[in-house]
């Protein structure tokens, strides 16, 4: 493809030449650079969740407004809600920019092992959260009970459910088979979106104990029938982001992203960036 671009100038640029992300909602100007396509907000693929481990408040609305047109949905990691003196500050923030939230599914576990199932539900309504994550990366519930709590919730909230363990030994010894197993139970159950653990180090679940992507555990479940845009992968390293675009596409949905690097991810997505754009041209030579 050959682009002509505009004559430079020493004056300023015209307000008719589209400038990326002048506006909320506009993309990267097609006319000036051959880009993957890249869905828009509302969207239903190629979600971006940010993972809040405990963010200082001001440095959370700065980094999350600044970059909202790359942001989906928020998730307040593990149990730091319980502890963040400014949780109505940041929740505040993120429906004025109407970003959905949750809680992270360790905190579900949490109200689960002390049989409080109902005071997870009462702190999720608390806050005006309509997004739930159901796991069981940690306590010792079966995926068939974890997809029975799925179902008590499906019908208040939106689900999020989590397949794969923290702990990598444990994760290793989950099977291909079971993995797309109990992805395809979540669903059926009612969860929204399933989302593939590895932790927020990028550690365990779909990943080795040293931060290798396990290809082969990926492959099996990208071709176990299961619908690629029903499934988040958590990537929390540039390293598993790119490797996760070039393997599944732009618009894969991916999670546990830092608030920092979401400029970062959205070069990955588009071939801006020197990890994804060899990947990107050999494709357009190739189209």
Not at 181 to 189: F, H, L, M, P, V
Request: hydrophobic fraction near 40%.
């Amino acid at each position: 493809m050959t682009t002509t671009l505009p004559a430079s100038s020493s004056s300023p640029p015209s307000p008719d030449i589209p400038i990326p992300y002048r506006t909320k909602g506009t993309t990267m100007p097609h006319d000036l650079l051959a880009l993957p396509y890249r869905t828009v907000k509302p969207r239903q693929q190629g979600l971006t969740m940010v993972m809040d481990t405990g963010l200082p408040t001001a440095y959370f609305e700065d980094a999350i407004s600044s970059a909202a047109t790359h942001v989906d949905v928020v998730k307040f990691g593990w149990g730091t809600s319980l502890v963040t003196a400014d949780l109505g500050r940041k929740i505040a923030c993120l429906r004025d920019l109407g970003i959905r939230f949750y809680f992270g599914g360790t905190l579900f576990e949490k109200f689960v092992v002390q049989d409080s199932f109902d005071g997870f539900l009462q702190w999720c309504r608390q806050w005006g959260a309509d997004t739930v994550e159901i796991s069981n990366g940690t306590i010792a519930l079966t995926n068939t009970e974890k997809a029975a709590y799925i179902r008590t919730c499906a019908g208040s909230f939106r689900v999020l459910s989590e397949v794969g363990y923290k702990d990598p030994v444990r994760s290793q010894l989950l099977s291909a088979d079971q993995w797309v197993d109990s992805i395809k139970e979540d669903i059926d159950a009612g969860a929204e979106l399933v989302v593939t653990e590895t932790r927020e180090s990028g550690r365990s679940g779909l990943c080795t104990a040293d931060g290798e992507l396990r290809v082969d555990l990926l492959e099996h479940i990208l071709s176990g029938a299961v619908d690629v845009d029903r499934l988040l992968f958590e990537a929390p390293t540039k390293e598993l982001q790119a490797e996760f675009v070039r393997r599944v596409g732009t618009n894969v949905n991916l999670g546990n992203v830092a608030a920092s690097d979401l400029i970062g991810l959205e070069t990955l997505r588009l071939g801006l960036r020197a990890d994804t754009l060899p990947f990107f041209e050999a494709q357009m030579v190739h189209a």
